[in-house]
């Protein structure tokens, strides 16, 4: 439960799944992090921003249940 998870983006493929994306890595985030292979407790090659793994306290910390601009 990262504070930076942004949730799933959908593909405009229907052969293919969504992405999970966070603002570290929107355009999807890598499998070694996904499985835990990574703990993402360092800075990776890629990467948008400088941003690590935080853990949420609780669901409002993350990114994806932020209220978004225009809403």
Do not use: T, W
Request: charged share 25%; with cysteine; proline share 7%.
């Amino acid at each position: 439960m990262c504070k930076h998870y942004g949730g799933i983006m959908k593909s405009n493929n229907p052969e293919q799944s969504g992405k999970h994306i966070c603002m570290v890595f929107p355009k999807g985030i890598p499998d070694e992090i996904l499985s835990g292979r990574n703990e993402h407790s360092q800075s990776m090659p890629g990467q948008n921003s400088i941003e690590v793994y935080e853990r949420a306290s609780n669901f409002a910390e993350m990114e994806i249940f932020k209220p978004k601009k225009g809403f």
